[in-house]
């Protein structure tokens, strides 16, 4: 697909033959995720996210499917209906657990993907699209992953889904018709509780699809690598099977060890005791918090508590929150280094640390009471964020001198090229 | 042009075109095209207006409700369009305290009186949505906390309100919304 020295798919057996000539399914697969994908030889384990990730998006898919035939979304008995999951269906603990679970292990495998672009430069021309789309991934997961948490009906779901759509309420003049269409009411109630399991549905679905987008756009110009140098010549590759098949199958090993630690033994550890209470639109919980996922970007939006240009200080933190995640739009303009690697540019190395701690503080801030200190560390990590994209990243990009870079990924794996064309592949 | 072969002849098409150079099935590709993109479009209208709130939905937006139980310095939550509203007997010294800030202190300048009705001063009925994001503020219930400023406090996000249900202190915008009401006799009264 991506370089000549592909292998070419071969069928055999006359069926696959007879079945490549009608539909050519196999030879796809096989040159999209088999032996026919050359890819660089110098991946390291930060390249076994994205597989990682299509893993929870099938997880979930099969467990939400599956619970789906189990839940009842209606605000009279939705509750009731996840507890019957809990106590009363056979093996129904084990699947609420798993995809309750498997949606923090999907935003951990993709907060890693994603931060892995940041070092790297994955999003570097000619790599643009996939990671746009990548972005497209991650509102949508965003949205998703919210709508499924209103579903259990407890009270963490019910203030969730109030203080979300709230969000929108922020909007100067269509705000309040805009949260009531949502709704479907003045309050979160049985037709929003609906609506949400029937998007909850569909959007896998739709992330389904951009996936596909996705490894598309990929295979175009073929995987990056941590050097950042292009691929050059076939000793620069392996073929995708049986090397990455093998290294991301230990990668899944390892992921599912964790995940099943998580799963079995701490089940609830990422979750809110209040949301075992029914929900209740007479009385908020002392302490509302989103999932873990979310805690960088509600810090964001709670930062914001005195009007800031001239914006009211809510809807200015509504801005902030959608923009901290818009602006990785326009990453690949922003940063305008022709390196792609963090491992070849000490300034931009120093930097990206930096943002990787900010939004470690933003996310607990995130997670904290809306009191001091944690508000006035929210507003110094959020200027923080923006800084690093709007005015640190272009600077740096200008001024910093690289580290020189390897010939090629053989040359950085072997020392020299002449190593690996004394013995051809295979 | 009897016979129809299926090709379009150059010659029969430039002859079909009137002296403008418009054609018959210009006319009939724009009338096709604009009457199915207004039907499409016409589409959307259910489409989109489904997720609007329903009759019955609608049809509980109003509440009646006797307050001859609520003692001065008193509050009760009540239910409106599913949603708490609070109730609350003002003390002569509340009222006071409400009548005694300046309006250029305030965020969203409203003197007592205007988010109560005539004749009815004590009685300050607020929705029990914090203007921020939704939560109930605390207040209503017996001896929970209702601030520094005396009315109403939601733990959220650390909104204050005064004993007028303004917003003092915090990042909600507003203060607490007054809800469409009249008093149906001296001791009932009908929201919504």
Redesign the interface.
């Given at each position: 697909m991506s370089f000549p020295w592909a292998n070419e798919y071969t069928p055999s057996h006359p069926v696959m033959k007879w079945v490549d000539e009608k539909l050519p399914l196999p030879r796809f697969v096989y040159n999209a995720v088999g032996a026919g994908y050359p890819v660089p030889r110098n991946l390291n384990y930060f390249w076994n996210f994205g597989v990682l990730a299509g893993f929870c998006l099938v997880l979930q898919i099969v467990t939400g499917v599956i619970l789906a035939m189990h839940y009842a979304p209606n605000a009279l008995v939705a509750f009731d209906s996840t507890e019957h999951i809990m106590r009363d269906v056979n093996w129904g603990w084990m699947l609420r657990y798993a995809h309750a679970n498997g949606a923090s292990a999907f935003f951990v495998v993709v907060y890693l993907h994603i931060f892995r672009g940041f070092f790297f430069g994955s999003y570097k021309a000619p790599r643009e699209m996939i990671w746009l789309l990548g972005v497209v991934i991650f509102l949508l997961m965003m949205a998703t992953a919210f709508m499924g948490y209103v579903l259990p009906w407890g009270q963490m779901s019910f203030w969730g889904a109030k203080v979300i759509t709230g969000l929108f309420g922020a909007i100067p003049v269509i705000g309040e018709p805009l949260q009531i269409w949502l709704l479907g009411g003045y309050a979160p109630d049985n037709a929003s509780l609906n609506r949400f399991f029937s998007l909850h549905f569909l959007l896998p679905f739709v992330i389904a699809a951009v996936v596909i987008l996705h490894i598309w756009a990929l295979h175009i110009p073929g995987s990056s690598n941590p050097t950042g140098v292009e691929v050059k010549t076939e000793s620069d590759t392996v073929p995708f099977h049986p090397y990455y098949t093998a290294k991301d199958g230990f990668g899944l090993g390892v992921f599912l060890i964790l995940y099943c630690a998580m799963l079995f033994f701490l089940p609830n550890a990422l979750g809110h005791p209040d949301n075992y209470i029914p929900a209740n639109p007479m009385s908020t919980p002392a302490h509302i918090v989103p999932e873990w996922y979310f805690w960088p970007f509600y810090a964001i939006l709670r930062a914001f508590t005195a009007d800031f240009l001239f914006f009211p200080a809510k809807l200015m933190g509504v801005l902030a929150m959608f923009s901290a995640i818009l602006v990785w739009f326009f990453l690949p303009w922003l940063d305008n280094s022709p390196v792609r690697s963090g491992h070849f540019r000490p300034l931009f190395r120093k930097f990206f640390y930096v943002l990787m701690l900010d939004v470690l503080v933003l996310g607990y801030c995130g997670g904290a009471p809306a009191a001091e200190p944690y508000v006035m560390i929210s507003q110094i990590a959020t200027a923080y964020y923006f800084l690093h994209f709007l005015v640190i990243l272009p600077i740096v990009s200008s001024i910093e001198k690289p580290e020189p870079l390897p010939y090629s990924i053989t040359e950085a794996v072997l020392g020299s090229d002449d190593k690996a064309a004394l013995k051809p592949a295979s | 042009m009897a016979e129809n072969t299926g090709t379009a002849d150059m010659q029969t098409v430039a002859a079909e075109a009137g002296d403008d150079g418009v054609r018959r099935r210009d006319f009939i590709n724009i009338a096709a095209v604009a009457a199915a993109g207004v039907g499409g479009i016409a589409t959307l209208v259910p489409l989109?207006s489904q997720?609007?709130?329903?009759a019955d939905?609608l049809a509980e937006?109003s509440t009646e409700l006797d307050i001859s139980a609520i003692q001065p310095g008193q509050a009760i939550?009540a239910?409106f369009?599913?949603?708490?509203v609070f109730v609350r007997n003002l003390t002569t010294k509340e009222i006071a305290e409400a009548d005694a800030v300046p309006l250029s202190e305030l965020r969203d300048p409203q003197t007592l009186a205007e988010r109560t009705k005539e004749g009815h001063e004590n009685w300050l009925i607020t929705m029990g949505v914090c203007t921020?994001?939704?939560?109930?503020p605390l207040g209503a219930g017996e001896g929970e906390n209702r601030g520094e400023f005396g009315g109403y406090f939601c733990?959220?996000?650390?909104s204050s309100y005064d004993t007028a249900a303004r917003i003092r202190k915090?990042?909600?915008?507003k203060n607490l919304e007054v809800p469409p009401y009249e008093f149906t006799s001296d001791t009932v009264v009908k929201i919504g």
């Open positions: - | 989109i997720m609007a709130p329903s939905v937006s939550k239910v369009r599913k949603q708490p921020h994001l939704g939560c109930v733990p959220c996000h650390g915090g990042p909600a915008p």
